[in-house]
């Protein structure tokens, strides 16, 4: 079982190369892309059912003895969330090769690299989750941000290139922050080894312990687009092509929050930067949503509404608690999931309609009830709205924090709550204006959106186009899945439990990766 | 542990000029500080691996630790494929726009003017390094 633990890697990273092979034969790249995460997939159900027990998988690379060596382990928490990244990215290259990655002005998208690129960003988000020390993380974070880079920017269209600069350059200096404190853990405790750290870190003195902590803590923060290190998101995701947002959203953001998930659990278990955890959580939650209300863009309300929810999963971290954990690791898969239907979906309203922002939508459930019901489900399921799994995600982070008996989590609780409410304001403002509406009346204007701006530069182009079979089906599959996760909530959510109660449990990870 | 006077200043010096660099609008200076902070980094990184000397094989008493310079030489080979990245970006750039200056979000400054947004007045506060040709080439 442990041979199949580096195929996660190896697999993507061998397909890029194929793929870039391959490059003057399209159909060729796109059998390659969608075998190679069918593969991952498959070993992500099997790495579930080999960890489900609680036993952990631990590959040391090259035969070097552990604490030497570069490690890879999978636990219960590494194991689910390659499963449903490798899911996701699976459903997102359907939904790219339907769209051939060309809408509006994209025409002449160099389409040869967008596959083997999408495969080394796989490779990097695979790697990241499996990394059993922190340079390895380091590294894991650099493949999939480079590949990031090049997939934001292709088409190399005016907008993009400006947004592209600035999540490239916010992008580099959080990884040289991440660097500096991987040099200066290694130079506090003499490795980089995770479990090593975790052993070693409480001999240190308490000031250095901050230090570290908080250096590390502010490098995963930026990726993970926590306020207030959360500015360039809605400034960048919402400029690329639609599959690549929609991949963007749901897996990047996840893997800066998995980053922290293990900072706090494994590296650093201790309580002492929790409060400051809470109270970024409330403030990216409230700040998140606020600007959610404030846009005219489908793609850039949906990009503050993650900035929002990335509070929610900072909070159950923040909690401290193997209940909160467990919440926290349960709404990541809900909001990987959600999250990027979501995005999917306005790929698809911006295919049928040829624009996304609502003041020039209007008559879309005449035009395609379908595309309704792929807006509506997954639209409530994030607004939180039972029996959806968002509510039940919701309800457990609550609970968590309704156990906790002090104000300041009491306050993030009903900011949380708050933020739910909130959140289905500007989500039902674009079923009500963009489905409901007809579209004759778009011209008239509209009282819901009477207080919003519409991007001055953006070309008002509406070119209204069939939706091509694999977007179609390759949402309906996300929305599906997004169901599945309600319909399989009570098993999924006592697996998370169980990871939660393990990784709150730091020294079980210690023993299982250096084999004491 | 020791730490070289030396090594320590040039990187307070790299860091300083780095950050200062990449606060700036014109991507080419962007692209220098990214530089000089990859730079600051790898010198910290080297100042980790103890003090100079020490032969580089183990066996011999005290060798100098290997951990730090693998991690350097990763660090550069990604800081200089990142830079490759960004010189295509600012020729792009500058092959779209003939300029090389990061412009703020259309959307956010129609959104901080409030009621009635000009697309004009976002290029026009700050003067570009190139003179700006008219014609598209």
């Known amino acids: ?516 | 542990m020791s730490v070289s006077i030396a090594l320590l200043g040039a990187m307070a010096v790299l860091y300083a000029c780095g950050v200062y660099l990449l606060l700036d609008k014109s991507v080419t200076r962007i692209i220098i500080g990214v530089l000089l902070i990859g730079n600051a980094t790898n010198l910290l990184l080297l100042s980790l691996a103890g003090p100079p000397g020490a032969p580089p094989i183990a066996g011999s008493g005290t060798s100098s630790d290997p951990l730090p310079q693998a991690l350097i030489l990763t660090a550069i080979v990604i800081t200089f494929a990142v830079s490759a990245f960004l010189m295509a970006l600012v020729y792009r750039s500058w092959r779209l726009a003939q300029e090389d200056r990061v412009e703020r979000d259309a959307a956010d400054v129609a959104i901080g003017q409030g009621d009635a947004p000009e697309p004009e007045e976002a290029s026009a506060d700050e003067e570009s390094e190139f003179d700006r040709p008219g014609a598209e080439q």
């Open chain 1, 1 to 516: 079982m442990t041979a199949l633990v580096p195929l996660v890697v190896i697999l993507p990273i061998l397909g890029a190369a194929g793929a870039l092979v391959a490059s003057g034969r399209p159909r060729l790249q796109r059998t390659i892309a969608a075998v190679t995460l069918t593969a991952v997939l498959g070993i992500g159900i099997a790495l579930i059912a080999a960890v489900a027990d609680g036993g952990m998988l631990v590959m040391p690379v090259g035969g070097w003895p552990v604490p030497f060596g570069i490690v890879l382990v999978v636990d219960r928490l590494s194991a689910l969330l390659l499963t449903v990244s490798a899911a996701v990215l699976l459903a997102v290259l359907v939904f790219s090769i339907g769209q051939g990655i060309a809408d509006g002005d994209d025409r002449e998208a160099p389409v040869s690299i967008f596959y083997p690129t999408y495969l080394v960003l796989a490779a990097g988000v695979f790697d990241a989750f499996i990394a059993g020390d922190l340079f390895n993380l380091y590294v894991g974070f650099e493949i999939l941000l480079v590949s990031s880079y090049v997939l934001i920017t292709v088409g190399g269209t005016e907008p993009r290139i400006r947004a592209g600069t600035t999540y490239i350059v916010v992008s580099l200096v959080s990884s040289t922050l991440f660097l500096a404190a991987v040099g200066a853990v290694y130079a506090a405790t003499g490795t980089v080894n995770m479990a090593q750290i975790a052993e070693r870190v409480q001999a240190l003195p308490p000031g250095v312990q901050v230090l570290l902590h908080v250096m590390l803590l502010t490098a995963f923060g930026i990726k993970a687009a926590v306020f207030p290190l959360s500015f360039w998101l809605p400034d960048s995701y919402p400029t690329a092509i639609a599959p690549v947002t929609a991949v963007f959203a749901g897996l990047l953001t996840k893997v800066g929050v998995y980053a922290i998930l293990r900072t706090e659990t494994t590296l650093f278990p201790g309580p002492e930067l929790n409060p400051v955890l809470l109270v970024v959580a409330g403030l990216t939650m409230l700040v998140g949503v606020l600007g959610a209300i404030a846009q005219a863009d489908i793609k850039r309300m949906l990009s503050f509404t993650l900035v929002s929810h990335i509070g929610y999963l900072i909070m159950g971290v923040g909690l401290g608690t193997a209940a909160g954990t467990a919440a926290a690791i349960f709404y990541t898969v809900h909001h990987i999931v959600v999250q990027t239907t979501l995005f999917l979906t306005a790929g698809l309203i911006e295919r049928r309609a040829g624009t996304t922002t609502i003041t020039r939508l209007g008559g879309l459930l005449a035009a395609s009830p379908l595309l309704g019901v792929l807006y509506l489900v997954p639209a409530l399921n994030l607004g939180g709205i039972p029996p959806f799994s968002g509510f039940l995600g919701k309800l457990g982070l609550l609970e968590a924090g309704a156990a906790a008996n002090d104000p300041l989590t009491y306050a993030v609780v009903g900011i949380a709550v708050l933020t739910s409410l909130l959140t289905l304001y500007p989500l039902v403002r674009v079923w009500n204006v963009s489905f409901w509406r007809p579209a004759a009346q778009v011209a008239e204007g509209s009282r819901l959106t009477d207080e919003l701006h519409e991007d001055p530069f953006r070309p008002a182009t509406v070119d209204t186009r069939s939706l091509a079979a694999p977007m179609v089906l390759a949402t309906a599959g996300m929305v599906l899945l997004g169901v599945g996760i309600t319909v399989f909530a009570g098993p999924l959510y006592q697996y998370a439990s169980d990871a939660g109660a393990t990784l709150q449990d730091w020294p079980v990870y210690v023993r299982g990766v250096l084999g004491r």
